[in-house]
């Protein structure tokens, strides 16, 4: 079942970039909080970052401030987050999701809808 679909992950070398992006193909999310999450084998999954549905409160968790950017095009119904300068810790399967909070949201209990993740992987 389609829920959100993610895409952008792949291979990377330490410092690099890259652009996930997340569609929600056949439904509308434009008024949901949306997120992203990842996690790394034997982690448990971790809050990256959240946007509120008009963009005007955004959260980022500490390892991530400063490197990653997240944004969103509610007529486009995506929800995009830029990685900058990644580190191999950032190693993980990236997941988007999207709930309606009227706030963002760090933990993924919060969240209602989830797309299949994406993978980066970044070497040395």
């Known amino acids: 079942q389609v829920q959100l679909v993610e895409s952008g992950g792949g291979l990377v070398q330490a410092g690099g970039s890259l652009r996930l992006s997340c569609a929600a193909p056949?439904?509308?999310?434009?008024?949901?909080?949306k997120g992203w999450f990842r996690q790394a084998p034997g982690r448990e999954r971790e809050f990256v970052a959240a946007?509120?549905?008009?963009?005007?409160?955004?959260s980022y968790a500490g390892s991530v401030k400063g490197r990653f950017t997240i944004s969103r095009d509610n007529v486009k119904n995506t929800v995009d987050l830029q990685m900058n300068s990644l580190k191999i810790e950032d190693t993980a399967v990236y997941y988007c999701?999207?709930?309606?909070?009227?706030?963002?949201?760090?933990?993924?209990?919060?969240?209602?809808?989830w797309g299949q993740g994406t993978q980066v992987t970044v070497s040395s």
């Open positions: 946007i509120t549905w008009s963009g005007s409160s955004t």
């Open positions: 056949g439904r509308t999310f434009s008024s949901y909080t």
């Open positions: 999701a999207a709930a309606a909070l009227g706030r963002v949201g760090t933990r993924a209990i919060e969240y209602d809808y």
